[in-house]
């Protein structure tokens, strides 16, 4: 079946510094992928998708190319702000018209002043 | 257009009882989808429902169920409640191939 896999974490980092957190599927076919992001005490909010191979999703300075060679979507930003602290998930969703997602088990992260 | 609004935001349960939780998709979304989020497990697919019908089923006893309405609007009803089935509870509207997600029902069974 479909399977996600991420960095778990907690990433700490601090304000400016480079982030990366990886993202490594398993699936039938060619499923699309995505990033969502989880700030406290609130539901998900989609950050980027891809929809097929070397897709590069793009949103609020974040970044993500679908690699189906490595089957990986790792997740980067050049720098993170106090305000990107949450928690990020990966996600896949296979071919088809469905809206069955399989996502990762999420990483933490907190941006430091 | 207004975003996938679930109600109650906040639930609180005895062990045994039963509970019915709403969501209203974004107008216009035709499925619905609901995930189960708790710590140990992450986030775990429930359903979807796709004009009135059931779509996909995740691997979740029978006391998890759910409808769908003419208008999309759908609910998710949990019988016989254990303390496991303490969770935020997700639902998520789609079209075009994203799923978009209201902020959730925080369950907690005592």
């Known amino acids: 079946g479909d399977s996600v896999t991420q960095m778990e974490g907690p990433v700490t980092l601090s304000e400016e510094a480079f982030l990366t957190i990886n993202c490594t599927y398993t699936a039938t076919g060619y499923p699309s992928l995505f990033w969502y992001v989880q700030y406290p005490g609130e539901g998900l909010q989609l950050l980027l998708k891809?929809?097929?191979?070397?897709d590069k999703g793009s949103n609020k300075g974040f970044e993500a190319t679908y690699r189906k060679e490595t089957t990986s979507f790792h997740l980067e930003k050049g720098s993170v702000q106090v305000s990107d602290s949450a928690v990020y998930f990966c996600a896949l969703k296979s071919g088809g018209s469905n809206y069955k997602l399989t996502f990762g088990k999420g990483t933490l992260l907190t941006v430091n002043p | 257009k207004a975003g996938v609004t679930q109600t109650p935001r906040y639930l609180i349960k005895t062990r045994g009882q039963q509970v019915t939780l709403s969501c209203s998709p974004i107008s216009g979304h035709r499925s619905v989808s609901w995930y189960q989020q708790t710590p140990g497990q992450g986030l775990q697919f429930l359903f979807e429902y796709f004009s009135e019908t059931q779509r996909n089923k995740g691997n979740f006893p029978g006391r998890f169920s759910g409808r769908q309405f003419s208008n999309s609007r759908s609910e998710m009803n949990v019988s016989t409640l254990e303390l496991g089935d303490s969770a935020l509870y997700l639902c998520a509207s789609g079209q075009g191939g994203v799923a978009f997600f209201g902020q959730g029902t925080r369950l907690t069974v005592v």
């Open positions: 891809a929809t097929k191979a070397d």
